[in-house]
């Protein structure tokens, strides 16, 4: 939902009627993961995809015809063995789509969801998309750290979602939650697709040179929340790193205080492009010793990170922690320029994350989504 927010809460505001497809489950190689919408608005036009293109006509006739008769639907797309013609997805996937109607009288919480979204608090979206009484399908109850609002029908139903899906906001992770028609944890009839909004991860970048402007764009349109630091006014400025937050500091210190004040977690990457012992062996220092990230590159020649693994060890780093950092950075592409270091640099991160081998696809026999495989039931 956060990709089509805008035009949606546009029409909300006007007072007309979407149609909201989203994909609560997904099976085999399927091309989007859950939570990835499509919206068709009150005026016809389509915004955001559901499969990359595979079933997104049928989607759309799906959605205009729920936005206009008002009755959610929850539909599962793939090829099958009864008729292969039929639509589905050409990679053999299999999803499931939930198709509601969305205005100001089915979902009057969306502004609030908006305001925690933009302002980067964490929030949850559970939404009942089988019930056996139809009149509680597409209700929802919007879910944050400290309690919840709206509800699924029942009191009993949103203590229990309430309290199961906060796990799963803190980690920002999208999944579905079966119960009782009334919430009983241990019945079966009502399922609760759960849309989490966790902030978006950090992507710190320490040298404000060429390579980092290039990977501040980079990581922006990766879905970061991008810091660019340098103790050197006169190269770290908003208009060279437009979109990206600038910070004139010691990169040492403000990573430290960034630390300090809780706002470095395990989705944080810190990308060091300053290659220069003053900054790189204080900052490093700070970096492998501190709580854990997803990821600590840092940029240099081998002989560079062969002089900087010596500094490290002076200054009192063993080998677990040296072996945290990924130098030099990035995957071994032949980049040449700053944009095609930074397609680099961002390809090892996706494959770190995902658990990819940066092995050419051609070369392999294996799944290529590396999350967990699940049987359609």
Known sequence: M??????????WGSGGTAGLATVVRTFNSAPRPAGASMLVTSEGEAVGSVSGGCVEAAVYELATEVAAEGRPQLVRYGITDDDAFAVGLTCGGILDVFVEPISAATF????????????SAPVAVATVIEHPDESRLGRHLIIRPHGFEG???SDRADGAVSDDAQGMLAAGRNSILTYGPEGERLGEGMTVFINSFAPR?????FGAIDFAAALARLGTFLGYRVTVCDARSVFATERRFPG????????HRYLSEQIADGLVDERTVVCVLTHDPKFDVPLLKVALTGPRVAYIGAMGSRRTHDDRLARLREVGLGDDELLLLHSPIGLDLGSRTPEETAVSIAAEIISLQWGGSGTPLSA???RIHHDEAVEPA
Not at 244 to 251: D, L
């Open 2 to 11: 956060r990709d089509v927010l805008g035009p949606l809460l546009a029409g």
């Open 108 to 119: 009057r919480e969306l502004d609030s969801v908006r305001q925690d979204i933009e302002g």
């Open 151 to 153: 509800t699924l029908g």
């Open 201 to 205: 991860p950090r992507m710190l970048v």
């Open 244 to 251: 990206a937050e600038v910070v004139v500091a010691w990169p």
């Open 364 to 366: 392999l026999a294996a």
